[in-house]
T-cell receptor, first 116, second 111 residues
Framework: EAGVAQSPRYKIIEKRQSVAFWCNPI?????LYWYQQILGQGPKLLIQ????????DSQLPKDRFSAERLKGVDSTLKIQPAKLEDSAVYLC??????????????FGSGTRLTVV | GNSVTQMEGPVTLSEEAFLTINCTYT??????LFWYVQYPGEGLQLLLK?????DKGSNKGFEATYRKETTSFHLEKGSVQVSDSAVYFC??????????FGAGTRLTVKP
């Protein structure tokens, strides 16, 4: 099966500019996640979607970050305006969950964002 | 809240050495436990998982056993190879299926 697709692969922007990342999950995976991975740290959950509804966005900095998942498939994560500390790899993942058991995520290759 | 603590790296081993990367967790209920691996320049890949106490996950010679009594999920491999050099992440998933990751342990295997 095709994996989780993300684009762009790399992005360099100046602070205060805006940027958007795109994710296409594995077909049939109802749950989609966006993670932020700062260099040298583990991934941190930003937002979780179940179909096109938000399940958890408690760690999303809502003053500058937004995300949507139209029609329960593709998703877009936006940062506006960007700050230097937003430099990180942004990972998208999807999962096929059965009942209360999580069988693991499939991650995309990520988008490496550098804010200068 | 739920969290994972894993041993700090980096870890440097010679080829064919025995590997242990410690991982302990804090969680309510009965989470699922995972190890992910991130090779240089690549995304995160699921290495192995265990969904209930005493389960043993295994893949590519790596093993980890879900120990509820010690809240641990240590990763082991009997004989590491240069190709195992990567960053390893321990993670847990709670009832709503979100995944919490440890900080990662960088492993370097030298020939």
């Amino acid at each position: 099966e095709a994996g989780v697709a993300q684009s762009p692969r790399y992005k360099i922007i100046e602070k205060r500019q805006s940027v958007a990342f795109w994710c296409n999950p594995i077909s049939g995976h109802a749950t989609l996640y966006w993670y932020q991975q700062i260099l040298g740290q583990g991934p941190k959950l930003l937002i979780q979607f179940q179909n096109n509804g938000v399940v958890d966005d408690s760690q999303l900095p809502k003053d500058r970050f937004s995300a949507e998942r139209l029609k329960g498939v593709d998703s877009t994560l936006k940062i506006q305006p960007a700050k230097l500390e937003d430099s990180a790899v942004y990972l998208c993942a999807s999962s096929l969950n059965r009942g209360a058991v999580n069988y693991g995520y499939t991650f995309g290759s990520g988008t490496r964002l550098t804010v200068v | 809240g739920n969290s994972v603590t894993q041993m700090e790296g980096p870890v440097t081993l010679s080829e064919e050495a025995f590997l242990t990367i410690n991982c302990t967790y804090t969680a309510t209920g009965y989470p699922s436990l995972f190890w992910y691996v991130q090779y240089p320049g690549e995304g995160l890949q699921l290495l192995l998982k265990a969904t209930k106490a005493d389960d043993k996950g295994s893949n590519k010679g790596f093993e980890a056993t879900y120990r509820k009594e010690t809240t641990s999920f240590h990763l082991e491999k009997g004989s590491v190879q240069v190709s195992d050099s990567a960053v390893y992440f321990c993670a847990l998933s709670s009832r709503n299926n979100d995944m919490r990751f440890g900080a990662g342990t960088r492993l370097t295997v030298k020939p």
